[in-house]
């Protein structure tokens, strides 16, 4: 079968899919090129001289690696053209990034994390891009709070891993599909169409150094899964943990799994770890389009009001008895 690059699949879709309009497809478009040259620049790293700190705090308060700075401003530069967005946000920028008063203005906001798991860049772990696309309001002036828009409002969500391959996973509300760089051509192909997360699971993945910090509820939920087959669950859990959302994600996504970073004591005052806009709300619909569920514990993801660009949130995703579970254990 001749392979289906991702540009023939969107027209393909565009076909099938409404939402699918001409603008979001060229968003799409650069997004994925885009993440062809972070993964370029990635691959090179220390020859680049790409690796290490950029020198400066970003406006979570930690310290930049040169390659959140590039992989920012690739992001930037492949958008700001178009003539499709009105405004980006990003974890590495403190404001909202509305557009040149000489460029062109669209129908669609993105919010994108340009490298998640930068934490793993130095160590040539997998990290990843996240990105989130939203529709701009009808009028010329954009604000930060017309990003603040609920996860179901979400049009179009995916991300890239830079692994051993480099993948795009993408959803636009018709399911998950994923596509494979081929680095000969510096295109992507689909590769699977439709994944599924199997309603239960063996395998889960948490920051155990954090345990003495976790609420009661996850606190009993994890000694339990540690308690395998003597314990209530009757049944050995395994445990993975990149420190790259997107490596983890992936994998559950893939294979199946539960990924949890909860609050805890030290991350109470900030809200948590992860961000909504452009972590959270983009794995939690991913998650629930393959069949999953995401949860703070006490409320779905998707159904949050976001109140600041770079607000942090619970969160608890992906094997749907696993997380009805953890939510059943945060209602006693
Ligand atoms: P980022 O590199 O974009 O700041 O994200 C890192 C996040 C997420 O990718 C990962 O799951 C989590 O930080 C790991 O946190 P710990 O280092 O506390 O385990
Ligand atoms: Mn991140
Ligand atoms: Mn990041």
């Given at each position: 079968m001749s392979q289906i690059s991702l540009a023939r699949y969107l027209r393909e879709q565009q076909?099938?899919?409404?939402?699918?309009?001409?603008?979001?497809?060229?968003?799409?478009?650069?997004?994925?090129?885009?993440?062809v040259g972070i993964g370029q620049a990635l691959g090179q790293g220390a020859l680049a001289g790409l690796l290490g700190a950029a020198g400066q705090d970003n406006v979570?308060?930690?310290?930049?690696?040169?390659?959140?700075?590039?992989?920012n401003d690739l992001l930037i530069d492949a958008h700001v053209w178009g003539g499709h967005l009105a405004a980006m946000a990003s974890e590495e920028m403190d404001d909202l990034y509305t557009l040149p008063d000489e460029m062109p203005r669209g129908d669609y906001l993105l919010a994108f994390d340009p490298l998640d798991g930068s934490s793993n860049i130095d160590v040539n772990v997998s990290v990843g891009t996240i990105f989130s696309v939203l529709r701009a309001p009808q009028r010329q002036a954009v604000s930060a709070a017309d990003m603040l828009q609920t996860g179901r409002a979400q049009v179009a969500a995916g991300y890239a891993i830079y692994g051993p391959s480099t993948q795009w996973v993408l959803t636009l509300g018709a399911g998950v599909d994923v596509f494979t760089l081929d680095r000969s051509l510096g295109q992507f192909f689909l590769t699977e169409r439709g994944l599924r997360i199997p309603e239960q699971t063996q395998e889960f993945a948490i920051n155990m150094s954090n345990q003495r910090f976790w609420e009661a509820p996850v606190q009993r939920y994890v000694a339990e899964l540690l308690a395998g087959r003597e314990g209530v669950r009757g049944k050995d859990f395994n445990m993975r943990w990149v420190g790259s959302m997107v490596a983890d994600v992936h994998r559950l996504l893939t294979r199946g799994g539960l990924f949890m970073y909860p609050i805890d004591a030290k991350t109470r005052a900030k809200g948590g770890r992860l961000r909504l806009l452009y972590e959270a709300n983009p794995m939690a619909w991913l998650v629930e389009q393959a069949g999953g569920l995401a949860s703070t514990g006490y409320e779905r993801i998707l159904d949050l009001s976001p109140q600041a660009l770079h607000q942090r949130v619970a969160v608890m995703l992906g094997a749907r008895e696993e997380v009805l579970r953890l939510e059943d254990m945060h209602r006693d």
């Open positions: 076909r099938v899919l409404p939402v699918l309009d001409d603008a979001l497809i060229r968003l799409l478009e650069q997004v994925a090129q885009a993440c979570q308060g930690e310290a930049q690696k040169k390659l959140d700075v590039l992989a």
